[in-house]
């Protein structure tokens, strides 16, 4: 008696997946998102360095432009310099904030932490969405430093509590609509290292070619017709407005406008990128 047994024509083994229509959505989706954001916010807490670049960077930048650049380009008096810098440096250091975000969500795709939330029965778009949420910490502990420190250097508002609230509440907003360019250059780029350069190349210009540090009006008039149109120019104006008092409308709706195109063109641009690579 001669026993045979017939093996598949092909046999394969791979990871398991998930199909793209069994991925949760609604309140499950919604539930995995805040989960995905705790575990980030878990993971930067047992990491306080990664915390530099919204307290230490944000003061050392307060502290260089008043005391260094302040007597000079206000003519002497630092505490009125201080009184016009404060609120654009949160419109700076917000941006500047965002860059550790497509840093972190790249080195976690090279270490392979992204193939293991491939493999999860998750919304495809949850890792990203919960990285952003979770940079919310990040964004009002760098508002409420810079803030905090210029109180002491005798910074004060000219208008009122809730205003300041307004103010910052806006800041943090823009913030995470900018940082979603940080998610889709660190969905691009090819190491982590290489996201931090990108992105200073494009936050830098839109720093300096603000109304963050100094007037417009000493400005060349083709950097007038770009600063006119800089979303961080309109922020800053917003926020200055709500701080120290003056026009806020005009200033308040390119703000909002700037962030609904930020949302439309960077979001499914992130998502894309990380398609290919989940």
């Not at 996201?195 to 000493?218: N, R």
Request: aromatic share 10%.
């Amino acid at each position: 008696m001669t026993l045979t047994t017939t093996a598949p024509a092909e046999l394969s083994v791979s990871a398991p997946t998930t199909a793209e229509g069994d991925r949760p959505t609604g309140p499950r989706a919604l539930r995995h998102v805040l989960v995905l954001a705790r575990r980030n916010l878990i993971k930067t807490i047992r990491t306080p360095e990664q915390f530099i670049d919204v307290t230490l960077q944000p003061v050392t930048f307060l502290l260089l432009f008043a005391y260094v650049f302040g007597g000079a380009i206000s003519g002497g008096s630092r505490h009125q310099y201080l009184e016009f810098l404060l609120p654009g440096m949160l419109g700076q250091s917000v941006a500047l904030g965002s860059i550790a975000l497509g840093q972190n969500l790249k080195a976690d795709i090279e270490k392979g932490v992204f193939d293991r939330f491939r493999s999860l029965p998750i919304a495809r778009s949850a890792p990203l969405v919960a990285a952003v949420i979770a940079d919310f910490a990040r964004y009002l502990l760098l508002c409420v430093i810079l803030v905090g420190f210029g109180y002491v250097m005798g910074f004060r508002i000219a208008t009122d509590p809730l205003s300041l609230i307004a103010a910052l509440a806006l800041s943090i907003a823009f913030a995470l609509c900018f940082c979603w360019i940080s998610v889709f250059v660190g969905m691009k780029a090819r190491t982590s290292g290489s996201v931090q350069g990108i992105m200073f190349l494009l936050v830098l210009p839109l720093s300096f070619g603000s109304s963050t540090f100094v007037e417009t009006s000493t400005m060349p008039g083709w950097l007038q017709a770009f600063v006119k149109v800089n979303p961080i120019s309109h922020l800053v104006g917003a926020v200055r407005g709500l701080m120290l008092g003056g026009p806020v409308g005009s200033n308040l709706a390119w703000t909002f406008a700037w962030m609904a195109a930020l949302l439309v063109v960077f979001v499914p641009l992130a998502l894309r990128g990380y398609a290919r690579h989940a």
